[in-house]
C-alpha cells in the first residue's frame, strides 16, 4: 500500500513521514510506470487518518494473462484489501464467492491461490483508478483521480469482456477509460459488504446472468 499527500501539508501533519520501503509490487513494469504518472517531487506518505483525505497509489500488479477472456474492474482497493496485500481482500466481500460459484471451482483463499484461480478461468482483474485522494475506503469521497493504464491488458488481450464491480467503477470507467479503451463496459452488482441489500445467492445469480456469456466463451 502506497499513500502520498503534497509535501506542503508536512509542517501541518504530526503524523507524516518519509518512508524508502519499496512498491509492494515489487518492482518492474508496472511499478516504474506507477511512478513515472505520479508528481515525484515533495511526496510525503502517511497511514489512513479517519475522515481525512489520503492520496492513495495503486500499487497492485493487474492480473491477466493472454487467455483472460473477462476483466472485472474494481474503483480501488478498499483499505482492508490494501492491508491484504490483494484484491477483494475484506473477508465479508463476497467477490470471491461469487466467482467460486461461478465457476464451480472451490473458493481461493491464499493471495497465490487467488491469483492462479483468476488466470484459470480466463478472469482478468484490476481497476479502474491509478491513483486518487480517498477518505478511508469511502467510494464516494474519491476525487483528483488519475486513470489506470488499462492499455497494458487491452494491447494483449483485445476483444476482453469488461465488468464493473459496482456502479461507481462503472461510472468512473465511463468518465475516464471508455473513450480510450472503445470498449463497453456491464455493471455488475457490487460484491462490498456494504452492499448488503444484495446477499450472496442474489450476487450470484445476476453476475451469473450478466456473465455466463463471457466466462463460458471459448
Known amino acids: 500500500m502506497i499513500m502520498c499527500e503534497p509535501s506542503a501539508r508536512k509542517k501541518n501533519s504530526g503524523n507524516s513521514h518519509r518512508i524508502s520501503d519499496p512498491l509492494p509490487c515489487g518492482g518492474g513494469s508496472f511499478c516504474a510506470w506507477v511512478l513515472q504518472n505520479r508528481a515525484d517531487s515533495g511526496i510525503i506518505y502517511r497511514g489512513d487518518e479517519m475522515g481525512e483525505y489520503t492520496h492513495i497509489v495503486h ?12 476483466l472485472i474492474l474494481g474503483s480501488l482497493p478498499s483499505v482492508k ?8 481482500g475484506h473477508p465479508r466481500n463476497r467477490f470471491w464467492a461469487v466467482l467460486a ?23 482478468a482483474v484490476w481497476d479502474v483508478i491509478a491513483e486518487c485522494d480517498i477518505i478511508g475506503s469511502s467510494d464516494a469521497s474519491i ?4 486513470p489506470a493504464e488499462l492499455s497494458v491488458i487491452t494491447a494483449v488481450c483485445p476483444n476482453i469482456a469488461v465488468f464493473a464491480n459496482g456502479g461507481t467503477a462503472a461510472r468512473l470507467y465511463g468518465k475516464y477509460q471508455a473513450e480510450k479503451t472503445g470498449l463497453p463496459i456491464t ?3 457490487s460484491t462490498s459488504p456494504a452492499n448488503a441489500a444484495w446477499g450472496l445467492e442474489r450476487l450470484t445469480a445476476e453476475w451469473g446472468r450478466l456473465m455466463v456469456g463471457a466466462l463460458s466463451d471459448k
Open 101 to 123: 460459484a461461478l465457476t464451480g471451482q472451490p473458493k481461493p483463499e491464499s493471495t497465490e491461490e487467488k491469483r492462479k484461480f483468476l488466470l484459470g478461468a480466463g478472469i
Open 143 to 146: 476525487k483528483n483521480v488519475i
Open 59 to 70: 500499487g497492485f500488479e493487474p492480473v491477466f494473462d493472454k487467455h483472460s477472456r473477462v
Open 187 to 189: 455493471a455488475l452488482p
Open 81 to 88: 484489501s490494501r492491508e491484504a496485500g490483494f484484491y477483494y
